[in-house]
């Protein structure tokens, strides 16, 4: 069981940075591949970052290649998601998702979710 606790979002002005954390529980945080997606009001959860387990690879949404980079601490059992250039398209509730045997750019692939925190790109 893994329990994700997301913080770091807030309003910016288009080109801002920011840096979203994602604090998990439990003692196996190592093992599970983790993955940042977002939602805009009125569309679907998309897939924005992937951090491997094992060798911490990453993939990127072609949206964010380049201006966002996701990173874990397996430490501090901790994921991140720093944003820079931000954009006003960027705007969306911010979730991270943790799962064992993922497909990274789906979903429903991961078993664990935070609540969510909002990110407001103003322009």
């Known amino acids: 069981q893994v329990r994700l606790v997301e913080s770091g979002g807030g309003l910016v002005q288009a080109g801002a940075s920011l840096r979203l954390s994602c604090a998990a529980s439990g003692r196996t945080f190592s093992s599970y591949a983790l993955a940042w997606f977002r939602q805009a009001p009125g569309k679907e959860r998309e897939f924005v970052a992937f951090?491997?387990?094992?060798?911490?690879?990453?993939y990127y949404a072609d949206s964010v290649k380049g201006r966002f980079t996701g990173s874990r601490d397996n430490a501090k059992n901790t994921v991140y998601l720093q944003m820079s250039s931000l954009k006003p398209e960027d705007t969306a509730v911010y979730y991270c998702?943790?799962?064992?045997?993922?497909?990274?750019?789906?979903?429903?692939?991961?078993?664990?979710w935070g609540q969510g925190t909002q990110v407001t790109v103003s322009s």
């Open positions: 998702a943790a799962g064992e045997a993922v497909v990274p750019r789906t979903a429903s692939s991961y078993a664990y």
């Open positions: 951090i491997a387990q094992i060798d911490s690879r990453t």
